[in-house]
Each structure stands twice: as C-alpha cells, then as structure tokens.
C-alpha cells in the first residue's frame, strides 16, 4: 500500500532525497508520493518533522 502526504506538509523537502525509489516529487502546495512508484519502505515518513506521510 502506497503513502500519501497529508495536508500536514510543511515543504521542508526532507523526505524527497530519503526516497529510494523517487516517488516523492514537489507539488504545488505540498510534496507528492506517486503510487505507481512507491514501494512503502515508510523513509519519507522517517524523516519527516511533522508526520505528514502515511499509508494510504
């Protein structure tokens, strides 16, 4: 099951370069996760300040 960032995101961009896969890419007011590429390894939501990335 993929991850999606929540409204939560800051744009901090900690969790892009943490994404073995490059899935994470910057949206227009949050970063994105694609699903077609996301592996759910949970790094995005390692790294992440403020917990926005979570299991679908």
Known sequence: MA???NDDCIC???CEPECPV???TEGD???VINP???I???ACQ???PV???NPE
């Open 40 to 42: 759910d390894c949970g």
């Open 36 to 38: 077609d590429i996301c």
């Open 22 to 24: 490059e899935a994470i």
């Open 3 to 5: 991850f999606v960032i």
């Open 51 to 53: 917990d926005a990335p």
């Open 12 to 14: 901090c961009g900690a």
């Open 46 to 48: 390692n790294v992440c």
């Open 29 to 31: 007011s949050k970063y």
